[in-house]
């Protein structure tokens, strides 16, 4: 496999469930993000791992808990979400993160509706 | 502020004809980098082009180009010859050299629907 993969594709959830998103690179990158996409919103930053260390938090709720075990693996734990979570939420990674001149390589993301 | 605009909400074509996305960003930095990313109705946003703000130079990749002028701070996307296969949402995004580059602010995007 090459690339970015999320799993899984969509998730549909009720409000005190506990689920957990999953990323994967096979790029060989160092860094790895979570983004948020919602409808008729730009794309939001939530976390940003580096070296398998949190490097940002972007004033995510609690109910979002990021977790990196190293550099090729994100997790996204959910928990008591809000139908207001429901959005696109979108992988990504980079080689390094504190280069500008290092693009973003985005996975397929995962379509998370909130019931 | 940092801000990027795409005033383009939703653009409709027909196959072979040329289209221009345009794209307007605002920041106090002298130094910064810009980008486009196509996202196609499977998901993923696919990195496209950066340029840097030193690099006023225009680029072009097959069909696509792009124009860049920092005296209007816009940098625009032309898709010429365009094709079914180019339907997707288009994403314009700026970093601040001061930043690394995940902290890219996206324009709200651009939707082109090219028809056959």
């Known amino acids: 496999e090459t690339g970015v993969t999320q799993t899984p594709r969509h998730l549909v959830m009720g409000m005190t469930n506990k689920k957990s998103l999953k990323c994967e690179q096979h790029?060989?990158?160092?860094?790895m993000y979570w983004y948020k996409q919602s409808a008729k919103k730009p794309l939001e930053l939530m976390f940003v791992?580096?070296?398998?260390?949190?490097?940002e938090n972007n004033s995510v709720p609690s109910r979002f808990s990021p977790e990196c075990p190293n550099s090729s693996h994100l997790f996204l734990h959910l928990h008591t979400l809000q139908p207001e979570d429901s959005a696109l939420y979108l992988c990504?990674?980079?080689?390094?993160?504190?280069?500008?001149?290092?693009?973003?390589?985005f996975g397929n993301g995962t379509r998370l509706t909130v019931t | 502020a940092q801000k990027v605009t795409q005033a383009q909400t939703e653009i409709s074509v027909v196959e072979k004809e040329d289209v221009t996305l345009d794209c307007v960003y605002e920041?106090?930095?002298?130094?910064?980098?810009l980008f486009w990313y196509k996202q196609p109705p499977s998901g993923e946003l696919v990195f496209l082009i950066r340029?840097?703000?030193?690099?006023?130079q225009n680029e072009i990749s097959g069909r696509y180009s792009w124009n860049f002028q920092k005296s209007t701070s816009s940098f625009n996307f032309t898709i010429t010859a365009s094709q079914v296969v180019d339907s997707a949402v288009y994403f314009c995004?700026?970093?601040?050299?001061?930043?690394?580059?995940?902290?890219?602010?996206f324009g709200s995007g651009t939707r082109l629907l090219v028809r056959p």
């Open positions: 995004a700026l970093s601040e050299a001061r930043d690394s580059s995940y902290k890219l602010i």
């Open positions: 791992y580096n070296f398998k260390e949190q490097t």
């Open positions: 790029l060989g990158h160092n860094a």
């Open positions: 340029r840097n703000s030193f690099d006023e």
């Open positions: 990504a990674s980079s080689q390094d993160w504190d280069k500008n001149n290092s693009p973003l390589h």
């Open positions: 920041t106090r930095d002298t130094t910064y980098y």
